[in-house]
């Protein structure tokens, strides 16, 4: 799709068209005497589901090894040392909490982290909280995550649905719409990365 018409299908429907849900999306779960810094030595898998969005099949082979590059330059970042690190594609076997925990006793981690990333077209809204909320059609990458302690499998966080999870393909200007620019996959892959990382290590 031309970046202008991108642009002009998220800002040209206005205030009065915002979104019926929640802005902070629902609780996260997590355990009482959960800490960030009790993960030390992870592993980390991913399931990522690229849905309806414009990308030529050599693109599309190519998103799993851009977000995982991302996330391993993250990681690095913060001196977080992954046992191990996986990006599944949607039909790949393997993305299931017991073969996750499995194989973080194999490798040595002391938490499995599993990430679903979802990529599709959606009706999103942005500046929810200006006077003039702007709603459209945007690329949206969603992220959920869960966190288990591999030594006895139980849930330590689990972030289903959380809105600040999530990245838009749009750098959306709240004053002048009309001047909200398309954002470079590297970019929007970084953002998503750097939302899921700081959610789980801070920073």
């Not at 979104?19 to 902070?24: I, K, L, M, R």
């Amino acid at each position: 799709m031309p970046r202008a018409a991108s642009i002009v299908g998220l800002v040209l429907l206005l205030a009065g068209c915002a979104s019926g849900g929640g802005a902070d999306g629902p609780a996260p779960l997590r355990a009482r005497d959960f800490a960030p810094a009790q993960i030390r030595q992870p592993l980390i898998l991913v399931r990522l589901t690229l849905g309806d969005v414009e990308l030529g099949e050599r693109d599309r082979a190519a998103v799993p090894g851009e977000y995982e590059g991302a996330l391993l330059e993250g990681l690095n970042r913060r001196a977080v040392l992954a046992r191990d690190v996986r990006v599944l594609g949607a039909r790949e076997a393997g993305f299931d909490e017991r073969r996750a925990l499995a194989r973080a006793r194999e490798v040595g981690a002391d938490h499995a982290i599993l990430v679903d990333v979802r990529v599709a077209r959606e009706v999103v809204t942005a500046c929810a909280e200006t006077r003039r909320p702007l709603r459209g059609s945007a690329i949206v990458w969603k992220q959920d995550v869960a966190v288990l302690r591999a030594s006895d499998g139980s849930a330590r966080l689990r972030l289903v649905g959380s809105p600040g999870m999530s990245a838009l393909d749009t750098d959306v200007d709240c004053d002048k719409p009309r001047e909200s620019r398309r954002r470079s996959r590297a970019d929007i892959v970084d953002d998503a990365v750097d939302r899921l990382l700081g959610r789980l290590f801070g920073g």
